[in-house]
């Protein structure tokens, strides 16, 4: 058995899962749950939470992986990670923390209902799986993956759960539950993991029934790892010169492999139609990705193929810096050396 050790991180307490207000029931038996990300959660103070503690320190930059259980492992392998439950309710909670399957739908991570299994949620244990959270309180769990020695190569999904359920159907028959989870990406194969990547296609900028502008990327994953897409759209040289943004892109846009969906991105509804020159930077982890185009909003919104940013600029951009910052030095040497023959000389 692996125990955590100093070879993992732990992430800031600023990274948590959003609390689930304890008020508001899933049905049991209900459709998959859309798993969110893990975001500190002020407007709802009583719920119960549920964070990740440790992260390989391999992926120590990687912010998804300081949020969600995000490994490649070699079949045979065992990996251990500690999460903390957390009740921040003024009455002790009852729990129960168990893993489950999970897909990826339309650009959405979805829990299965239930405690439905694939064989990643097959492979995965929690101990404890069950606790008394006191009010105010939080409680240790230790959530373990052991892979078969014949597991298939791929990425699988899973999602590791703390459930809170009342004790009794309501009125209606329904008993209500709760619950917040972790989510796993694991993929499985001998040696390193497969790289991500993606490619923005292109820009639609359209007004909504309401007049609403939006813009929506289309953005292919052409990697080998699921993505979790963020970023922010930025506009400039529209009507009268005029520069709006940065605007976050729409969050909980998860792209499966091989998969194409659109991240949208709300704006002023004050902008004018345009045109404008828009920038879009999105990245998942550690992979970035930048795209220009020119768009009008209009209601057809048309796709505008995008140009995506070349690599080498940034290398561009740091080697003109050096090349000043060279001439500068030269500079300052050059007169320091003049100054110093000038008080060397002797007097007439």
Known sequence: ?????????RPPRALRLALVSLTVGLLLLAGGAPVSAATADEQNPGGIGLRLLDAPVSAKDDPRARIYVVDHLAPGAVIERRVEVAN???????????????????????GAPGR????????????????????????????????????APGEQYGVVWAEARSDEADATGVVQV?????????????????????EIEALTAERSADGAPVVAAIVRNTGGRALDMTGTLQLSNGPGGLTAGPFPAELGRTLAIDGSEPVRVALDERLPDGPWDAVITLESGLTQRTGEATITFSAAGD?????????????????????????????TWSIRRQRRRRATRPAA
């Open 116 to 151: 439905e299994l694939n064989d990643l949620a097959s492979w995965t244990s929690v101990t404890a799986d069950a606790a008394t959270v006191p009010a105010g309180g939080t409680e240790i769990a230790v959530v373990r993956i052991v892979v078969p020695d014949d597991a």
């Open 303 to 331: 796709p505008v193929p995008v140009t995506e940013a070349d690599d080498a600029m940034p290398w561009a951009v740091l080697l003109g810096a050096g090349a000043v910052l060279a001439l500068l030095v030269g500079a």
């Open 88 to 110: 921040t309710t003024d009455t002790a909670q009852e729990l129960v923390l168990y893993p489950a399957a999970a897909t990826i739908d339309d650009g959405t991570f979805v």
């Open 1 to 9: 058995m692996r125990t955590p050790t100093t070879d993992d991180v």
């Open 178 to 198: 709760s619950r917040v989870g972790i989510r796993l990406y694991v993929s499985v194969g001998p040696g390193g993991p497969p790289a991500a990547d993606f």
